[in-house]
């Protein structure tokens, strides 16, 4: 008896599971996609963070103020 409840009780978990991953993916699906096909174009060999530092200037933060350019 309790074997055939534990089933039950798996098969409705499972169940549930299943319903709730169905109802995320719908609701999502528009977002999901965009995102599932940036990763489809994305280089996994090429690093952005090498490329920042080769742009960048040593020793100066983006965030400094260069008194000589003035306010815009």
């Not at 528009?30 to 952005?48: G, Q």
Request: proline share 8%.
């Amino acid at each position: 008896m309790t074997k055939t409840n534990s089933l039950k009780s798996t098969a409705v978990v499972v169940g549930a599971l299943a319903c709730g991953w169905l109802a995320i993916e719908f609701a999502f699906k528009p977002f999901l996609e965009k995102a599932r096909a940036a990763l489809n174009k994305s280089d996994p060999a090429r690093d952005p963070d090498d490329e920042d530092d080769q742009n960048s200037q040593p020793g100066k933060s983006p965030f400094e103020i260069n008194p000589s350019e003035g306010s815009h």
